[in-house]
């Protein structure tokens, strides 16, 4: 049996994925197969159709693209003991192995969790890659506790707006870059201090923060180094990849290691001029993680913010959109009605 997919033809501009009809997977043993309500379009998606990340991970192409989905357990391999057919569910796909934009998408089960009963399938499938990211930055890499002063920038987007919630569910008092465009919404999700970009320079009114998580990269990263104390840690996930990335992240080996050491000398020194640490982050997808975002959303201390969604039909809008690198929260798109 067929369905259609949005396939990613070759590396390239937005010509390089296109609507096909594919053959449906089926689950292996450990694997489920999910009929796909809705996917969540990323940054990363289009990254990787341009080749960005072939360092890192070469497809075999043509493959399905699409980072995150909610959906319905339609089936499942052998040896799959968590879940059920007829299963609401949501995940952040095996980066290696893609496949959310489709009409279905087979996961493999410790990838998976229940989507959280109170949203509706487009909402969940806002959630997983940029829920998972913000929470594990903020939680495994910053270690945030209460009472800290915690700085992100680039709150207004589909990471910074879960990062500025679950910053200050574990305590922190937040302060956060936005345009004008984000000022309302990014206090609205908590922003204790909410500094505009385009008219501020934010390092020259933020001192003494004890962590800052970058989701801009550039020259805003690099300001950030100022914006810490001594001894404090700035993560970044726009940055540049450095050693640890490769070692902890992508479990590569010193060939890569050694490839990120010298792309972030620049960033690393400024980080050593600052008396900072400086990680840069890979998330990691996890169905456990995703299963306590998923409390936080029930018990309704995660509000998800969707920005626009698209008939799955409009992919490449949806994409178009996204690229324009304005979004306020999530880009979504809807394979049901
Ligand atoms: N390493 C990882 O595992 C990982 C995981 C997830 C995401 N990422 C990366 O993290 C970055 C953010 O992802 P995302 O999904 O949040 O992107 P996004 O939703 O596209 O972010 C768009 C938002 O960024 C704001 N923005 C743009 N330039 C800014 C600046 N200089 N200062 C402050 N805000 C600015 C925009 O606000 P205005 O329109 O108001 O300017 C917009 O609201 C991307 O580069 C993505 O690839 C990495």
Redesign the pocket.
């Known amino acids: 049996m067929n369905m259609r997919a949005f396939v990613l033809t070759r590396y390239g501009g937005p010509d390089a994925m296109e609507l096909r009809d594919v053959p449906r997977p089926s689950p292996g043993p450990g694997e489920v197969l999910i009929h796909v309500y809705a996917a969540g379009l990323?940054?990363?998606d289009f990254?990787m159709r341009e080749g960005m990340l072939r360092v890192i991970s070469r497809y075999p192409l043509p493959i399905i693209a699409g980072s995150e989905l909610s959906g319905v357990v339609v089936s499942k391999g052998s040896g799959v003991t968590s879940l059920a057919e007829g299963d609401r569910v949501f995940t952040r796909v095996d980066k290696k192995r893609l496949g959310a934009f489709a009409e279905f998408a087979v996961v493999r089960e410790e990838l998976v969790a229940k989507m959280p009963s109170s949203v509706d399938f487009t909402t969940a499938a806002g959630v997983p890659?940029?829920g998972l990211?913000a929470l594990q930055a903020l939680r495994d890499e910053l270690r945030v506790t209460s009472d800290q002063n915690i700085f992100i920038?680039?709150?207004?987007?589909?990471?910074?707006t879960f990062a500025i919630q679950l910053g200050k569910w574990l305590g922190a008092h937040i302060a956060t870059?936005?345009?004008?465009?984000?000022e309302e919404m990014v206090r609205k999700l908590g922003a204790d201090v909410v500094v505009d970009?385009?008219r501020e320079h934010f390092d020259q009114v933020l001192r003494d923060y004890d962590g800052a998580l970058d989701?801009?990269?550039g020259d805003?990263l690099l300001k950030s180094f100022g914006v810490v104390k001594r001894g404090a840690k700035v993560v970044s996930?726009?940055g540049v990849p450095e050693p640890q990335t490769a070692s902890k992240d992508l479990q590569a080996g010193p060939t890569l290691a050694t490839l990120f050491w010298a792309a972030s000398w620049r960033i690393r020194h400024q980080a050593r001029k600052y008396g900072v640490a400086y990680r840069?982050?890979?998330?990691r997808p996890s169905g456990t993680d995703l299963s306590e975002l998923a409390t936080l959303i029930d018990q309704q201390k995660l509000e998800i913010v969707i920005d626009r969604t698209f008939p799955f039909a409009h992919i490449a809008d949806a994409f178009a959109y996204?690229e324009q690198?304005?979004?306020?929260?999530?880009?979504v798109v809807q394979m049901v009605e």
């Open positions: 990323n940054p990363v990254k890659l940029a990211t920038s680039g709150g207004a987007g589909g990471v910074g870059t936005a345009s004008a465009r984000g970009y385009a989701l801009i990269g805003t996930i726009a840069y982050l890979f998330m996204l690198g304005h979004a306020k929260g999530k880009v």
